[in-house]
């Protein structure tokens, strides 16, 4: 007897598939990407949709989707499209609650650091702002902007280069590595849930000879 269910994207509902997809697709890392239009206004939005792609050169790949319910575009996808900028900063357990905040549906224009009250440090080699409190920034350059539909909840896949990282002295080890519990990074699962990577959450695995 066959144990499992099976869902075809053509016969099932957008809203049901994307739960279905970030309910088993998880944990996921979180893009926390600033963003500045053509009037220097800067934005700040979280995304979900995203990883690294490449280390030579240093790639990472993330999506702005377009919104389910009204098949618009977010201001990250027109600001990128603007300005081929943005630097991705990493959340941390500190700093949830204020980006999960961040995604509320505000006009376009207003600065979601003042909002949420996240600190704007500006950037090295690029216009969008890093956020100060966060442990980890990449400043990219946007290479390409692939649009993947034109329906509702279709991604935009934004392939960013690498420039530059800062990285806090805080969340480096003795060795001059990433230690995942000082980083104390959160991911992205299905519906209100998180994960916290650190702690007892964490365990390790040799890698074989």
Not at 112 to 131: A, H
Not at 152 to 168: D, F, P, T
Not at 171 to 183: A, H, T, W, Y
């Amino acid at each position: 007897m066959d144990s499992y269910l099976h869902f075809d994207p053509g016969t099932t509902s957008v809203p049901k598939f994307h739960h279905l997809m970030v309910g088993a697709i998880a944990p996921r890392p979180i893009a926390f990407a600033s963003t500045i239009d053509l009037e220097g206004r800067p934005n700040l939005s979280p995304f979900s949709f995203f990883n690294a792609f490449g280390a030579n050169p240093p790639i990472l790949v993330f999506s702005p989707s377009r919104r389910g319910r009204d098949n618009t575009t977010k201001h990250t996808y027109e600001n990128v499209k603007e300005v081929p900028e943005v630097v991705i900063n990493v959340v941390n357990y500190a700093m949830v609650q204020q980006v999960s905040d961040s995604s509320a549906d505000f006009p376009r224009g207003v600065n979601e650091f003042s909002m949420v009250g996240f600190t704007m440090e500006p950037s090295e080699l690029v216009r969008p702002f890093r956020v100060k409190e966060s442990p980890v920034q990449f400043e990219c350059r946007v290479l390409q902007v692939i649009e993947m539909g034109n329906g509702a909840a279709a991604g935009n896949l934004v392939v960013c280069e690498i420039l530059r990282i800062h990285i806090s002295q805080e969340v480096m080890d003795e060795k001059g590595r990433i230690d995942p519990n000082r980083l104390d990074l959160v991911g992205r699962l299905g519906g209100d849930y998180y994960v916290r990577a650190s702690g007892s959450a964490l365990f390790e695995i040799p890698k074989p000879d």
